[in-house]
């Protein structure tokens, strides 16, 4: 398998910034790690191991990012403002820095994202903030309520990256463009999983906006963990 480290500054965090790549070919998937999460996470815990055959065979390249939530939803000694700041410069960095090397090094326009749990939740919202520039987002027991995040803080940047408040009111027709051609929506999750009720609920959401979505629930007692979620990543990439 070809894997490749990645290092460089990211201006607009002000920081330096690691990720790990995984493939050769294939459709490009930008995958987020779990809270305060590191770019290695999913290589450690066996998802790159589960996806080997798909890598292998060039069905897929995985680029996979550090976060940066201690430093925005996570830092509890800033203003929540400040927070929602962070994670903004964040995700100006995925757009900026990250997918022109994925777009570079697969020759394609628009890519996959995917993530579990709080990984899930950025998969997800970036996804629905950049429907253009995604073809398919995968949740595996995501979490899409951030306001858990900002002590009772709200504005339009909270609502802006909080899927469960802005997906009931999308009525932009160049949203409903994209995610009606070439976008799929998977959201998985365990009959025990800690954020079943959270995915009931905004799969109902996504539901009654038309926004083509697939809900699947993982029967046995499937919990929130890696060894369910390595069982689950193959048949959603």
């Not at 951030?146 to 009111?169: K, S």
Request: hydrophobic share 40%; aromatic share 14%; with cysteine.
């Amino acid at each position: 398998m070809n894997r490749e480290y990645h290092q460089w500054h990211a201006s607009g965090l002000g920081r330096p910034m690691e990720l790990l790549t995984f493939g050769h070919g294939g459709l490009p998937v930008l995958v987020f790690p779990t809270s305060m999460g590191r770019f290695f996470e999913f290589e450690d815990r066996g998802m790159v191991d589960a996806l080997a055959g798909k890598i292998d065979a060039g069905y897929i390249t995985l680029f996979c990012v550090d976060s940066v939530d201690s430093e925005s939803w996570y830092n509890k000694q800033v203003h929540p403002r400040a927070r929602l700041q962070r994670h903004g410069e964040y995700e100006h960095y995925l757009l900026n820095d990250v997918l022109p090397l994925m777009r570079g090094r697969s020759g394609r326009d628009r890519i996959a994202v995917a993530g579990c749990s709080f990984g899930g939740y950025h998969a997800v919202n970036f996804a629905l903030r950049h429907p253009g520039l995604v073809t398919k987002a995968v949740s595996l027991a995501g979490a899409f309520d951030i306001r858990q995040f900002v002590a009772g803080y709200y504005d339009d940047n909270v609502y802006f990256h909080n899927p469960v408040d802005y997906v009931a009111n999308i009525s932009d027709p160049g949203f409903f463009h994209h995610v009606r051609n070439g976008f799929d929506l998977a959201l998985a999750v365990g009959d025990e999983d800690i954020c079943l009720g959270g995915n009931y609920h905004f799969a109902g959401l996504l539901g009654r906006k038309e926004i083509p979505h697939r809900l699947d629930v993982w029967g046995n007692g499937t919990r929130h963990d890696w060894p369910w979620w390595r069982a689950m990543i193959p048949s959603y990439l």
